[in-house]
């Protein structure tokens, strides 16, 4: 089990740092090279969201990223969880508007594209903000 925190304001020129960051972690657990790309893509569309649209790209407004790397009776599984300090949204509604063929949309496809990387991915609010839970069997 192993857990890392990464902390950055709201800007999203932090996205490099966090990719790399997404990286090493992912390497140093030992996760198959074909599952890294996908995790680095859903946490850089998280924290883009949390940036832009929860945060107002406020760098004084904070966004942290845990990562938590564990075991339970299914086995090894990896939680991202992507906190910001907006006051969230309905995820169930957010998820369906990106349909097929909207692919040259300039925004709008982070969550959908998400979805499509994580076996499970839910929302809470928490402390006056927002946290997107990504939950994920690395395979």
């Known amino acids: 089990m192993s857990i890392h925190r990464l902390a950055f304001g709201s800007d999203i020129a932090h996205c490099g740092t966090l990719r790399r960051c997404v990286q090493a972690f992912g390497t140093t657990e ?6 890294i790309p996908v995790l680095e893509l859903a946490v850089h569309e998280a924290f883009v969201n949390a940036v832009r649209h929860a945060n107002g790209s406020d760098p004084a407004l904070p966004v942290s990223i845990l990562l938590f790397d564990g075991r339970d009776a299914g086995g090894r599984f990896l939680q ?8 969230g949204f309905d995820l169930d509604g957010c998820m369906d508007f990106c349909e097929p063929g909207d692919a040259r949309k300039f925004s709008g496809r982070g ?7 994580t076996e499970c991915v839910r929302l809470e609010r928490r402390n006056g903000g927002s ?6 069997i690395p395979n």
């Open 80 to 87: 991202v969880e992507v906190t910001d300090c907006g006051s």
């Open 131 to 136: 946290v997107l839970i990504l939950r994920y």
């Open 30 to 35: 030992g996760y198959p090279v074909g599952f």
């Open 111 to 117: 969550l959908p594209l998400i979805s499509r990387c």
